[in-house]
């Protein structure tokens, strides 16, 4: 009777080491640059904003900068959900870019000691809603940055509710100091 032939081999690439151990796949991040979640307390260290107008309830991951993946659950509970519309509540589309906004300001001030600063939008671009937003539902935003020079950022985000797409755009914002 033949027994078990271990057998090892690694395969490296620019982002993962892919080991093969007795047919077992292990794959291993070597992205220096990921960080994961951050929870709301993290969040409010990073940007000024705060309930009600806090629109990102965790971060799941931001990578060296560059993108993040964020998430806002909507309840009923919703401040806004009384007058947009108390018959049939819909997340208002603007504050579904401000979500983006918010996880693009995220992204770049994250890890850096930038609590003195502050985003302002400079621009709205290509946006377009898709879907429907309602209590219940959980809003994912994933956001890139485009362009990050001196103090001015664009970025294209995108929200999905159950992978289908709800609203994308591309947006800017300045970093400036608070006063």
Same mark, same amino acid.
């Given at each position: =009777?033949?027994?078990?032939?271990? @057998?090892? @081999? ?23 640059? !990921? ?17 009600? @107008?806090? =629109?990102?309830?965790? %971060? ?24 947009? @519309? ?19 300001? &995220? ?24 879907? %429907? %937003? ?18 001015? %950022? ?16 591309? &947006?800017?914002?300045?970093? !400036?100091?608070?006063?």
């Amino acid at each position: =009777m033949m027994g078990l032939i271990p @057998f090892f @081999f690694a395969l490296k690439s620019c982002n993962f080491h892919i080991l093969f151990n007795y047919g077992i796949i292990i794959v291993k991040s070597k992205k220096v640059g !990921v960080t994961r979640m951050l929870e709301n307390k993290d969040i409010r260290e990073v940007i000024p904003h705060r309930y009600p @107008f806090l =629109m990102i309830d965790r %971060v799941l991951e931001i990578d060296d900068n560059k993108k993040a993946v964020g998430i806002k659950n909507i309840s009923a509970n919703e401040p806004y959900f009384q007058g947009h @519309f108390p018959d049939n509540p819909i997340v208002p589309g603007v504050l579904i870019v401000e979500a983006m906004a918010q996880l693009g300001g &995220i992204t770049v001030m994250h890890g850096k000691k930038n609590n003195d600063m502050i985003g302002l939008f400079t621009g709205i671009n290509k946006c377009k809603f898709k879907r %429907v %937003v309602k209590p219940g539902d959980q809003l994912k935003i994933e956001v890139e940055i485009l362009s990050s020079k001196l103090n001015l %950022v664009k970025a294209k985000g995108i929200a999905t509710v159950d992978g289908e797409l709800a609203a994308e755009a591309e &947006i800017s914002f300045m970093l !400036v100091e608070k006063n």
